[in-house]
């Protein structure tokens, strides 16, 4: 009789060692799935109105078994709903100064975009094209599985970014955008590339996967800590609904203490320490025409929002509308969450109206 002997497969020992990669990260951070549930929970309990908290199945996106996370108010309302989605290293914990105001009339959906948050972290293709694909897509099974026709989409920085690109490619989708301090829209300054040396650092950086929040895992236990009182511009405004601005340091240490799947993502779409590869002004024309879009922006953010102003030129005839909040930063929906409020509201129901009427006008020439 022949004896056989059980060998591992490769792939086997690849999957073996990257679960012993894991847990050695995950060691060395401090990361907790439990405890970042805990201080999401702690955060979303400050919301006066009810909400669902549910993982969306959206199959095979970018990975074998993706679910995006999400969080949903008012899901019975029959007007247009709102999908809110956040900018680089943030989550859906990030928007509770906003989620009762932006679903007080209508149904509204944040999600951990996918390798994000508590969301799914599997891996994105290091091609540019490919990765904005693979998020594009996310978005759209994610859709697909929460049975919307149509939504309006509030993006923040990275947000913003996706949001256009989403439009492009699935615009019967879209009924209205809404752009909080969106990344990706300007080329790169000529001051950056004339400075050889950026240039050879990030290509430095990028072999050695060095990503925009790799000093957040290195720094291990000590993340919280320093991201208290490093980030205070975020943290300080989150003072009135928890007891202790920690808990939004240790949100902020925990969605970022994970492999960076989405940061891969990201990081595949940008270029010399956060410039677009595509940048989004020179594909603002294939836009629908008739998607409305507003830009909010702050006074005081590092975002440059001439591209807001300089779409309204490139869409000449199209709804196009610019909101500054004055002494705000990048993170505008939590330094002044009522104004950014009421700027969200009012361009919802601005769409609202638009949409109405053109709704009106087709039963009218219907009825000839």
Request: charged share 25%; with cysteine; glycine share 6%.
């Amino acid at each position: 009789m022949t004896r056989t002997r059980n060998v591992p497969s490769k792939s086997y020992e690849a999957c073996e060692d990257k679960r012993s990669e894991q847990r050695l990260l995950h060691k060395w951070t401090r990361y907790s799935s439990a405890k970042l549930e805990e201080v999401e929970e702690t955060l979303l309990s400050a919301l006066r109105k009810p909400f669902e908290s549910v993982f969306v199945d959206v199959g095979q996106c970018v990975g074998t078994n993706d679910k995006i996370r999400t969080v949903a108010l008012n899901r019975e309302s029959e007007n247009i709903p709102v999908l809110l989605l956040h900018g680089l290293g943030a989550g859906v914990g990030l928007w509770v100064l906003n989620l009762d105001a932006i679903a007080e009339h209508r149904p509204m959906y944040a999600i951990d975009i996918l390798g994000f948050g508590r969301s799914s972290h599997p891996k994105y293709d290091a091609d540019p094209i490919a990765a904005e694909r693979q998020f594009v897509e996310s978005i759209e099974a994610w859709r697909v599985a929460m049975g919307l026709e149509r939504m309006y989409i509030l993006g923040h920085s990275m947000g913003g970014y996706l949001a256009c690109s989403y439009s492009i490619t699935h615009p019967q989708r879209v009924a209205g955008l809404i752009l909080a301090d969106p990344w990706g829209f300007m080329e790169t300054p000529p001051r950056i590339k004339r400075k050889y040396w950026i240039r050879i650092l990030y290509r430095t950086a990028r072999k050695m996967n060095f990503y925009p929040l790799t000093v957040v895992r290195m720094a291990g236990p000590t993340a919280a800590w320093l991201l208290s009182r490093r980030r205070t511009d975020i943290t300080s405004r989150f003072e009135g609904i928890v007891p202790d601005e920690r808990v939004v340091a240790d949100y902020l240490h925990l969605v970022n203490a994970q492999k960076p799947s989405g940061e891969s993502g990201f990081c595949a779409i940008q270029k010399n320490f956060g410039w677009p590869i595509n940048p989004m002004l020179k594909r603002i024309d294939q836009i629908d025409p008739t998607i409305p879009m507003t830009f909010i922006y702050g006074s005081e953010s590092w975002i440059d929002f001439e591209a807001g102003e300089v779409t309204k030129e490139k869409r000449a005839g199209c709804f196009v509308q610019v909101k500054i909040i004055d002494n705000a930063s990048h993170h505008l929906y939590a330094d002044f969450p009522d104004i950014f409020n009421r700027h969200v509201n009012d361009a919802c129901f601005t769409y609202d109206k638009r949409i109405n009427a053109q709704s009106k006008v087709t039963e009218l020439v219907a009825e000839e």
